[in-house]
């Protein structure tokens, strides 16, 4: 069995954990066959004229599954983010944010294991926006769809129920946003009423957000809109180490982009320095989406072990090791880990 991938390195520190986690799911003795696409974001504009070049959608299409890296989007001025646009393009309407304590790491709690499901194609980030410049008015749409809203919500009972998963949070504002909130909570009653094993609450999301910080041993999977998951994953990142060590999936009904929640980093881009934990992790959910599901277990729980023995680590995690140094110590012990299993 060989595997087409479309491996998308994107920029700032992108390229340094997509070549990390290449080396590590190759150790893992699965062929994989990387169908590479450089260029695209600022390298694109340059290059065609637009940040997000058919050619990388396409390639999309044609294998079905990505990893990528994160892509820099100008902040307040330039293109559009072309991280957002693949997501809307190819439909990817679930984004799976997996929040789980690694040994070994400093934080405040000891076992955080949350999912986020982020609706990822819609409101705030509908891109419907618009400058007055006589008025001095900026205005966003923030557009919500019933059936965007059942399509996460349903995503996120059907996978806790595969999963095991005993209890869904519904994250909204419907006490202020009295049509766009409600009908997203409404949906998520009616779809809750299918799924009578899973135990099932809802949160605003300010008192969440409080909640998340004090209490996350509450908390199982979270389901909610586009902005509040995009916030949210950065707070649950922060529970468990940082955007260093957390995984994401966008997942639609035909293609899978994998990519980590965390972004370029430009703070250490070109350093050696970045975690790679996250895209490794986000390359053993693929490897779950793919079918792998002995070398998935093989890949995590190697990972804990490195974190267990706490000595080859990254510096956003305490450590002192590079990059390149915590990529070939765990593909070390992956191979070796395989090839006792098959002996
Ligand atoms: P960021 O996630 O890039 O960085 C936030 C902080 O976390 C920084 O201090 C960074 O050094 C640290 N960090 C992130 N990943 C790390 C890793 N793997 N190892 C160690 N430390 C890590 O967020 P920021 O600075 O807000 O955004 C930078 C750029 O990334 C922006 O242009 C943004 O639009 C883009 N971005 C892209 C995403 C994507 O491609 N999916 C997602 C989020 C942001
Ligand atoms: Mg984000």
């Given at each position: 069995m060989v595997y087409n991938v479309t491996l998308i390195p994107g920029d700032g520190i992108g390229p340094e954990v997509v070549e990390a986690t290449v080396s590590v799911l190759e150790s893992t003795g699965l062929k994989f066959v990387w169908d590479r696409q450089e260029t695209i974001g600022a390298a694109a504009v340059e290059e065609y004229g637009t940040p997000l070049p058919e050619m990388v959608l396409d390639s999309v299409r044609r294998n079905k599954v990505a990893l990528k890296g994160p892509v820099t989007t100008p902040v307040g001025k330039g293109f559009k983010s072309v991280n957002v646009g693949l997501r809307q393009r190819l439909d990817l309407f679930a984004n799976v944010r997996p929040c789980l304590t690694l040994p070994g790491i400093k934080t405040p709690f000891e076992n955080v294991d949350l999912i986020i499901f982020r609706e990822n194609t819609e409101g705030l980030y509908s891109g419907i926006e618009n400058f007055d410049e006589r008025l001095e008015i900026a205005d966003t749409i923030s557009r919500i769809t019933r059936t965007g809203c059942r399509r996460i919500i349903e995503f996120a009972f059907d996978y806790a129920r595969r999963t095991g998963r005993q209890k869904i949070t519904l994250v909204h504002k419907a006490n202020i946003l009295k049509q766009a909130g409600a009908m997203f909570l409404d949906i998520g009653r009616e779809v809750a009423a299918r799924y009578p094993e899973i135990e099932v609450n809802d949160r605003i999301i300010d008192n969440m957000s409080m909640q998340l910080v004090m209490y996350p041993e509450r908390y199982d999977c979270i389901v909610t809109t586009n902005l509040f998951g995009d916030i949210l994953s950065d707070l649950c990142a922060g529970l468990v180490g940082g955007l260093g060590v957390v995984a994401g999936a966008?997942?639609?009904?035909?293609?899978?982009?994998?990519?980590?929640?965390?972004?370029?980093?430009?703070?250490?881009?070109?350093?050696?320095?970045?975690?790679?934990?996250?895209?490794?992790?986000?390359?053993?959910?693929?490897?779950?989406?793919?079918?792998?599901?002995?070398?998935?277990?093989?890949?995590?729980?190697?990972?804990?072990?490195?974190?267990?023995?706490?000595?080859?680590?990254?510096?956003?995690?305490?450590?002192t090791s590079s990059t390149d140094e915590f990529a070939a110590y765990l593909s070390d012990r992956i191979s070796s880990r395989v090839a006792s299993l098959k002996a």
């Open positions: 966008n997942i639609g009904s035909e293609y899978a982009i994998f990519e980590a929640v965390h972004g370029s980093a430009p703070d250490i881009a070109g350093q050696n320095k970045a975690n790679p934990t996250a895209l490794i992790r986000t390359g053993e959910m693929m490897l779950r989406h793919l079918g792998e599901h002995a070398i998935a277990d093989v890949v995590a729980s190697e990972l804990v072990s490195v974190y267990q023995e706490g000595r080859t680590l990254t510096a956003d995690v305490g450590g």
